[in-house]
């Protein structure tokens, strides 16, 4: 289905995303899939995870307004003793969540929404259907079009996660490079973008230069706006992670350029014959990496440095999983029926396509990225112990990370580096929407946007209840049973049907798997038709 919104609407995007309020409040167009927003709209009996980072609390009723929490009525036994009896708030839809948890939704700070023939539906979908209501994605289809998106999901027109498309440093202006290129004029650039419609600002090919990053971030923030960094290899010696945080960036991007912070030398030991644009290299080397810094200093004085510097760790290990094991990867259970047939293309392996590296892929190469990863891990826990803002995104559609799925996985990745679940879920809710200056977003309570989810189960007991199919687990009577879920995510009051939105996308997958030529990568395991 083609969409499209006049040119002068790019102008209005700010306006919807930073006052979200204003969003259109009639009720939503899409059938059995969602409804809403409504007059009063309340959810009874939930238990509350708030998103701060504090316990369960609860149970509470809570009452939704439009497209924001206004009324939160306790009713545990002390509170109920207290107030004695009082009728339970009514409004046009009720909710039942006895028994069920509410969080704030999630904010997915970095992920890519790839090309046709895969459709956006399809992606947001998936990341409605496993919590996520607020997304920043790459301008994979160009940035006009991603900015129309975020002008109809603000407007609540399509069926989407809010929407903060990233812009490139001078996107949607006439300055020719060296103008650009001049730290002086950072202001009056990021104050032009920003009333374009920019917030989100990557400063990714700015490396190289570190006045410049410093004057682009300092100027971004200064106008309303943040940047986010993925910092290349090929720049590191000149910026790497600890260089970024005192330089203002907003968010570090990935796993690039911490361990190059507390390297004996200046510059990584790249072989002779090293070519950044071969990407089987690069990413090979960026996992060898971590086994060339000086751990010691790494896991101390970068930690110290990182965390008082201000800046956020945006890790998106999810992405990166597929180096250290690339057979679990490309057999994870919900390909055949949720991951659509362009991304199993797409994902190789194929020299000819971004993260379809794994075609020259090694056991040497995955005990790399195994040391990698734990020392990563290591760092997100050392850096959060100090205080340091841990953040959440996953960086999927690509190297077999299907959308939605990623979201659940990247939380128990965050488990695993020794962060609290409280602490995890927080990087997903409050520290992501302060992160991106959303201050409205991140938490469950009175004022705050009605950008909810309801869990079937506690996600303190077991992350994977998140997962659309839920977890498996044992009843009262000892009996094997599937439990979990997300019920309902709730996106500035409307109430989504996420087990309808499973049942499109499983349609759209079906689709697109009819009369695909066979993969490389599964052939040894096809059984063959006689």
């Not at 917030?199 to 090919?205: D, E, K, N």
Request: glycine share 8%.
């Amino acid at each position: 289905m083609q969409r499209s919104v006049r040119p002068l609407l790019l102008g209005l995007v700010l306006l919807f995303t930073a006052c979200p309020a204003l969003a259109q409040q009639s009720n939503s167009p899409f059938g059995e899939l969602a409804d809403g927003p409504y007059d009063r709209l309340v959810i009874r009996g939930a238990m509350v995870l708030p998103g701060h980072g504090g316990p369960p609390v609860g149970p509470y009723d809570i009452l939704i307004e439009g497209n924001r929490i206004t009324e939160m009525v306790p009713f545990d036994p002390v509170t109920a003793e207290r107030r004695g009896d009082t009728d339970r708030m009514t409004g046009d839809r009720i909710i039942d969540a006895t028994g069920k948890y509410v969080m704030p939704g999630m904010v997915d700070l970095h992920m890519h929404l790839r090309q046709d023939p895969m459709p956006l539906e399809y992606v947001y979908y998936l990341k409605l259907a496993h919590g996520v209501t607020t997304m920043v994605p790459a301008p994979d289809r160009g940035l006009e079009n991603g900015m129309e998106e975020a002008v109809l999901s603000a407007k609540n027109e399509i069926l989407a996660p809010r929407l903060y498309p990233i812009w490139g440093w001078g996107s949607q202006t006439d300055y020719d490079r060296a103008f650009l290129e001049d730290p002086t004029n950072a202001l009056l650039i990021a104050k032009e973008m920003v009333e374009k419609g920019a917030h989100v600002v990557s400063v990714g090919p700015w490396g190289w230069n570190p006045e410049l990053l410093g004057a682009i971030c300092k100027a971004v923030t200064e106008a309303g706006g943040i940047t986010t960094y993925h910092i290349p290899p090929s720049t590191t010696s000149m910026t790497q992670a600890v260089d970024a945080a005192r330089l203002g960036v907003t968010m570090i991007e990935h796993h690039y350029a911490y361990a190059e912070s507390a390297l004996d030398r200046q510059v990584q030991d790249f072989p002779r014959d090293y070519d950044y644009n071969d990407e089987n290299a690069r990413f090979r080397h960026a996992g060898m990496v971590w086994s060339e810094t000086n751990k010691e200093r790494l896991l101390t004085e970068v930690a110290d440095s990182l965390a008082a510097y201000g800046v956020a760790m945006l890790p998106t290990r999810v992405v990166y999983e597929a180096n250290r094991d690339i057979l679990r990867a490309q057999s994870l259970p919900w390909h055949e029926k949720y991951t659509h047939q362009a991304l199993v293309d797409w994902n190789g392996p194929n020299p000819a396509y971004h993260g379809a590296y794994h075609y020259d892929w090694t056991s040497d190469d995955e005990f790399y990225w195994s040391y990698a990863f734990d020392l990563w891990g290591d760092l997100i826990f050392e850096f959060n112990k100090r205080g340091g803002r841990v953040a959440y995104g996953t960086d999927d559609n690509y190297i077999w990370a299907t959308p939605g799925f990623s979201n659940i996985r990247e939380l128990q990745l965050l488990r695993e580096t020794g962060m609290h679940t409280l602490e995890v879920l927080k990087s997903a809710t409050f520290n992501s929407a302060k992160t991106l200056r959303q201050e409205e977003l991140g938490l469950v309570r009175p004022g705050y946007l009605a950008d909810l989810v309801i869990v079937n189960e506690s996600p303190l007991y077991n992350l994977r209840f998140m997962y659309s199919f839920g977890a498996l687990t044992l009843d009262e009577s000892g009996e094997m049973v599937r439990r979990g879920g997300i019920e309902h995510t709730i996106k500035d009051g409307i109430v989504v049907e996420n087990e309808k939105l499973m049942e499109e996308v499983e349609k759209m997958v079906a689709s697109s798997k009819r009369d695909v030529a066979e993969n490389p990568v599964f052939a040894p395991f096809t059984a063959e038709e006689e």
